[in-house]
């Protein structure tokens, strides 16, 4: 019975592990990005979230209404795509996504603080 028990844990390992190992290609958001810096580290702004956000993949991040969140670049927008910044969720009560950074849509959020402008065009990898 345990030998069963290990055999199927181990195909269940091997089975989840397969997507990892052969890499999940997923189309590019945008070709630019505008940041601050060159590494894009440094905090463009501080943005108040007017609406909950689930995010479609791990590209993104998930956010709730009236949550605060870092951003740190801007992507450039292109024709049939929507406009996302990415970021990182603030504040003590959201301590287990802290420095979790991911996209959202611009649209969804207001700007409450503006630290330095994003004047620097990245390409995006």
């Not at 997923?26 to 580290?41: F, G, P, R």
């Not at 995010?55 to 998930?62: G, K, Q, T, Y």
């Not at 996209?103 to 503006?114: C, I, K």
Request: one cysteine or more; charged letters at 20%; hydrophobic letters at 35%.
């Amino acid at each position: 019975m345990t030998r069963r028990v290990y055999l199927v844990v181990l195909l269940l390992g091997l089975g989840l592990m397969c997507p990892l190992v052969t890499g999940i290609f997923m189309d590019k958001l945008a070709s630019k990005k505008l940041c601050a810096d060159e590494n894009c580290v440094y905090t463009i702004s501080l943005v108040r979230a007017e609406e909950d956000y689930n995010a479609p993949d791990c590209r993104f991040i998930n956010i709730k209404k009236g949550q605060l969140i870092y951003v740190y670049s801007k992507l450039v927008k292109e024709k049939d795509s929507g406009e996302f910044w990415a970021g990182s969720v603030y504040g003590e009560q959201y301590e287990d996504h802290m420095g979790t950074v991911g996209y959202f849509p611009s649209s969804l959020v207001s700007e409450q603080h503006v630290y330095q402008e994003a004047n620097k065009t990245i390409p995006t990898t």
